[in-house]
């Protein structure tokens, strides 16, 4: 099992909430990874990389209204996704 611990947004979107601004994530034990490839990986192997924020929350891969691959984290009872919650670097 992997962790999504850290994000990196992308250039001017420090503070968004939104998903789709997420440049890279921090991967436990492994480095940053791009979004696109981490998109590719989950959807190869589902429930494999948790956000490290309870309840822990797989990632699971989406597509933006412009074609972009992303990932986002299961949405949680109030459909707030606990991936943004995650240090920003």
Do not use: W
């Not at 589902?46 to 956000?51: Q, W």
């Not at 924020?53 to 797989?58: D, E, G, K, R």
Request: charge should be positive.
């Amino acid at each position: 099992m992997f962790y999504a611990e850290k994000i990196k947004m992308k250039a001017g979107c420090y503070y968004s909430q939104q998903p789709e601004e997420i440049d890279e994530i921090y991967i436990s034990e492994v480095g940053f990874y791009k979004k696109d490839v981490i998109h590719r990986y989950v959807k190869e192997h589902p429930g494999t990389i948790r956000v490290k924020i309870s309840p822990y929350p797989a990632l699971i891969p989406a597509i933006s209204s412009r074609g972009e691959p992303y990932v986002r984290s299961n949405p949680d009872k109030y459909r707030h996704d606990d991936l943004l919650d995650l240090p920003r670097v």
